[in-house]
């Protein structure tokens, strides 16, 4: 949240009058109308809810505009009107009284907390506002329209971003990695549209005489058609084939076993197609090393174009374990940067894990035990001790306890395990002596956060204090090191300090900070562990289902798809410790990617036969591929845009609460998860490659799928999605590094492996004579495991056919003609010269894919232990922090699902408001009511919790060619 500047009362709207306060340290008078809340059942205890609400009584009209934030209707969610509309005609839909919460007042919550908003241009709000990050004018990218405002803005007009006029450019505001995500989707989506107009011409030899029988295959529906289904096949004698099951299609003579007939396919691919193949294969190579180019360009570009936090700032790894003095750091780095001196702030992290999930635990039993009150009883809060809830609870009779709360019956304690205020009192006197007992020894310090007032300064400071990895393996805080030549890039004159550039302050995992290396292993082992156990439970649903018919194997891979994400989620965050969001999001992405990789692609080559690719039954392998493709296509966006979890929320749950902060509590959003997103995108890639030979309109399936992704997603992250961290680019670089690697080796190796396995039967003609037993003429036959019988007539000249192996996976790399045995060849002239080019063109693909891994992998290793001096991408900005348009510093909190607000765990007595992205109105601020630090004010006098300071800043000037604009210290 940026600083707020006085605004003298301004019209927001015909009619409308805001009086705008100078006095900050009282937000409950931000807004002056002349409305009076008395009618509307809202008292004193209702906090923010006084300056929500517009109307009388419960009862809404459609006409009726929200006067508070100047929203007319059409502004609002459809969501937010047709709840109103409801409320209207139906009292079951809103049971509460006129004294009771406003389902209004929580629809407001949503629109102006959980939902993403942007400054409105144009106002002599937004025009007298704009000092608070210097001129908008003065911006660097000249072209960007929309300012992303604070959740909870209220010093200037804002609006939602819109969920399809919003630019592209624009999704950068919600982080450098949601931008390029979008960026990405985009061009891989025109990407696969260009693979099937490449892939067009293979699509009509598929759907031809010359390839099929035409008249049969027109019967299958138009997304099958274009693919290498063969239905032109024939029974051809194989004496040897009797006992060669392979999940052939056999058949046997009614009067003699020793008539054996397998179902031979007639339908060829040869080099024509491979060369169209290639050039696809060529297309997508070059179109993703050109995007891949781009997109690292592009992230520099925008990282230069949009200031935050992270560019001014850096985090030490290795502070001494007593440095808690915020003013030592200071005067520190002041010595270290005599040129520029200016530091904004300074946060020292506490390691005090144990303790503040402590403190986290006795406030949900608090949150508990309020639930349990009767209707108007208060827990009686001691001024003086300010959330020591337990006065007069402690000493109270069993009998005035059911007085002041609930009864919970002893079945639904037994049977739901539901608990009653004893229970909670109990909890909270344990928790609270436990936190006494963590609290009795001073914490170490773990971490230091460190903002300029400069982007070069910063970069100075990582330049100055840079040490190589290896010297960081080798060299503990408290050793001497006489590397450094000057003594004042020593802390205390003898201490080396680790420093890196910081991640976004939205990012930081507080709890997670200062967690042993050994436990980190541990952890990821442990993780990958289960995920590996997942693959393995997925691909036995999915061999289960896929025994029943294609349609149901794609509906049990869409669903595990739907599962798997969330489980890996919960999984990750339960059992590893990341320190940044970024890192997180990357480890839950690689998990879920390669599960769903094996999942929706490769599981459904294993369990499916090799002779049952071409079928047209539902068991084959086409058949699946094409129904996950619509499943793809259809489900997974329905699924998203629905909400149904949201809605039911916010429709069903939230209007039968009795509080309006247990109301509100029901509008936070969906949770919006980068690497779900990313790893949708990848798998539909990988699909689409995967089986690119035989059914080349996955392309097109593939780049449909990818725009109406685009569109859901942008319209979920506008109107259903909460509050998201500045994510940066950790997930595109590790994709442009290792999975689109690994996606165009698949892609070579299946291209060269598929033509080279065509037609998929495991047959080859000896081309001798057939056996004496198989006279010429009609033969009846049994289809072997049926009662069905077939006709099959044996001409004169007709060869013997012997079971060979086609799957050029069993017969090893490459996959070239060469790997045919002298005798068992099944490949024509036109196929050998095709599996010739593919095969030479996967060994290429495979060596260069290697040589990119290895590379990478080395430059890493060499950049994290041997790299000399610190590497900065692009030139360092001329703006200063506090003209940036966000400058949010480190403010050391946690997030629960049970409180509407962070949880701050940090001493916030120095720190300036605009430090904060995010603002309560009902609280004044340092908003201690939101800080667990004050719980047991009695903890706050050992040095067991953060601490956090901010330094103003000199007066300086930004000058432009059109004006000058002064940015004054508040």
């Known amino acids: 949240m940026t600083g707020r500047s006085s605004i003298d009362d301004t019209k927001l709207s015909e009619g409308v009058e805001v009086s705008w306060v100078k006095d900050l340290n009282d937000p409950m008078k931000a807004f002056s109308k002349n409305i009076s809340t008395s009618n509307l059942g809202v008292t004193e205890n209702d906090g923010f809810i006084a300056s929500f609400l517009n109307t009388g009584a419960s009862t809404f009209d459609e006409s009726q505009e929200d006067t508070v934030y100047d929203d007319s209707l059409k502004d609002m969610t459809w969501g937010r009107r047709l709840a109103r509309y409801l409320s209207t005609k139906y009292a079951w839909y809103d049971p509460n009284d006129e004294g009771g919460p406003k389902l209004d007042a929580a629809w407001a919550y949503f629109e102006h907390f959980t939902l993403p908003r942007h400054h409105v241009r144009g106002t002599a709000m937004f025009e007298a506002g704009s000092q608070r990050w210097g001129s908008f004018r003065e911006r ?3 072209k960007d329209l929309l300012e992303k405002a604070d959740y909870g803005e209220r010093s200037v007009k804002t609006k939602m971003y819109h969920p399809v006029k919003t630019p592209e450019k624009e999704l950068s505001d919600f982080g450098m990695g949601i931008g390029i995500y979008f960026w990405t989707l985009r061009v891989l989506s025109i990407i696969c549209f260009l693979a099937g107009v490449f892939s067009i011409s293979n699509m009509l030899y598929y759907h031809s005489d010359e390839y099929d029988n035409l008249t049969a295959k027109d019967a299958l529906g138009f997304g099958i058609q274009l693919s290498a289904i063969c239905t032109k096949t024939e029974w051809v004698p194989c004496p040897t084939c009797g006992d060669v099951r392979d999940n052939a299609v056999i058949a046997k003579g009614f009067t003699s076993n020793d008539l054996v007939f397998v179902l031979r396919n007639e339908c060829h691919a040869g080099f024509e197609q491979a060369i169209w193949s290639f050039a696809t294969l060529v297309c997508v190579v070059v179109s993703i090393i050109v995007m891949n180019a781009i997109s690292e360009k592009r992230e520099i570009k925008l990282d230069e174009s949009a200031q935050t936090t992270s560019d001014y700032s850096i985090m030490i790894s290795n502070p001494p374990t007593d440095a808690y003095d915020v003013n030592e750091w200071k005067n520190f780095f002041e010595m270290l940067l005599l040129e520029t001196p200016e530091v904004v702030s300074i946060t020292v992290s506490i390691d005090n894990k144990e303790l503040i999930r402590t403190l986290l635990k006795r406030r949900l039993a608090i949150r508990n035990l309020e639930s ?47 608990k009653d205020a004893t229970y909670y009192l109990k909890q909270i006197q344990d928790l609270e002596q436990r936190a006494h007992t963590l609290a009795e020894d001073e914490k170490n310090v773990n971490r230091v956060f460190v903002i300029f007032q ?34 004042r890039k020593l802390f205390r004159g003898k201490h080396v300090l680790h420093v890196t550039e910081a991640a976004e302050p939205s990012a930081i995992h507080w709890l997670n900070l200062g967690v042993s290396a050994g436990r980190k292993i541990v952890g990821f082992a442990a993780s990958y562990i289960s995920v590996l156990g997942t693959i393995f439970a997925g691909a036995v649903c999915v061999y289960l289902a896929s025994r029943h018919s294609a349609s149901r194997a794609a509906l049990v891979i869409a669903t595990i798809n739907q599962i798997v994400p969330r489980f890996s989620t919960l999984i990750t965050n339960s ?47 086409i058949m699946k ?40 509590l029901h509008f936070q959003g969906a949770e919006f998860s980068l690497a779900a997103r990313y790893t949708e995108l990848m798998k539909i890639l990988f699909l689409a490659v995967f089986y690119s030979a035989i059914y080349p309109a996955g392309f097109f399936f593939a780049s449909a799928s990818m725009i109406i992704n685009y569109l859901v997603d942008k319209f979920c992250l506008c109107r259903m999605y909460g509050h998201t961290a500045l994510l940066g680019n950790a997930i595109a670089r590790f994709n442009r590094n290792t999975f689109f690697v690994i996606i165009l080796v698949v892609y070579a190796l299946m291209l060269s492996r598929d033509y080279a396995g065509f037609s998929f039967d495991n047959l080859c003609d000896t081309r001798s004579p057939i056996a004496d037993q198989y006279g010429v003429g009609d033969h009846i036959v049994y289809v072997d495991g049926t009662k069905e019988s077939k006709t099959v007539s044996v001409e004169e000249g007709d060869t013997e056919f012997h079971f060979c192996h086609q799957d050029m996976f069993r017969l090893g790399f490459p996959f070239l003609p060469t790997q045919q045995q002298e005798n068992m060849k099944w490949m024509t002239d036109s196929q050998e010269q095709a599996s010739y080019l593919l095969g030479r063109t996967s060994e290429f693909v495979v060596v260069l894919a290697a040589g990119l891994l290895l590379k990478y992998i080395i430059v890493l290793l060499w950049d994290s232990f041997f790299k000399k001096s610190y590497k900065f991408s692009g030139k360092p900005s001329q703006q200063r922090f506090y003209e940036i348009r966000e ?25 300036s408001e605009g430090f904060i992205d995010w603002n309560d109105p009902s609280t004044p601020y340092p908003y201690n009511k939101h800080n667990l630090i004050y719980d047991i004010p009695s903890l706050s006098k050992n040095k067991v919790f953060s601490y956090t300071a901010s330094w103003e800043p000199s007066p300086f000037h930004i000058h432009s060619e059109s004006e000058n604009i002064t940015l004054k210290t508040r």
């Open 140 to 142: 660097r990218n000249k």
């Open 372 to 418: 349990l009150l009767k209707p108007g009883e208060t827990l009686n809060y001691n001024d003086s001790k300010e959330n020591d809830v337990l006065q007069g609870f402690t000493t109270m009779t069993e009998s005035k306890l059911l007085q002041t709360f609930k009864n919970v019956p002893k079945w639904k304690q037994n049977l739901f395990g539901f």
């Open 454 to 487: 400069t982007e070069k300064s910063q970069r100075d400071v990582l330049a100055a204090l840079y040490t190589p990895g290896y010297k960081q393996s080798l060299k503990g805080n408290n050793d001497n090191d006489s590397s450094p030549k000057i003594e």
């Open 575 to 621: 059992i590893e410790s990341h320190e940044e969001e970024g890192s997180l999001q990357a480890s839950i992405y690689i998990k879920t990617t390669i599960f769903k990789w094996v999942n929706t692609a490769i599981v459904t080559a294993v369990i499916t036969p090799f002779v049952h690719t071409l079928g047209s039954e539902s068991d084959q392998i």
């Open 625 to 664: 591929v094409f129904w996950i493709f619509m499943f793809e296509l259809v489900t997974n966006p329905i699924l998203l845009i629905a909400d149904i979890s949201g809605h039911l929320n916010r429709h069903i749950l939230a209007p039968r609460e009795k509080t309006q902060e247990r109301m509100n």
């Open 887 to 911: 400058h949010n510093g480190y403010i050391p909190h946690v997030q629960c699902a049970s409180f509407l607000y962070p949880l701050l765990i940090c001493d916030m007595s120095e720190i």
